[in-house]
């Protein structure tokens, strides 16, 4: 199921000040929350929120 808050690769770069590069190897690393769907890299809002707030602390 994919979320309704989902970002692209490159919105999600946007949104965490981040190089899609870099992004997409930790989206493959499993080191950040991702669905691969059609090859693609898809990203919920509401989970990378989580994420940083749990990497923050």
Do not use: N
């Not at 000040?17 to 190897?25: G, Q, Y």
């Not at 769907?37 to 602390?57: N, P």
């Amino acid at each position: 199921m994919i979320p309704k808050d989902t970002m692209t690769v490159t919105e999600a770069s946007t949104y965490l000040s981040m190089d899609v590069e870099t992004l997409k190897r930790m989206a493959a690393e499993r080191r950040i929350p991702a669905l691969e769907q059609d090859g693609q890299w898809v990203f919920s809002k509401k989970s990378i929120d989580k994420w940083r707030t749990r990497s923050r602390a």
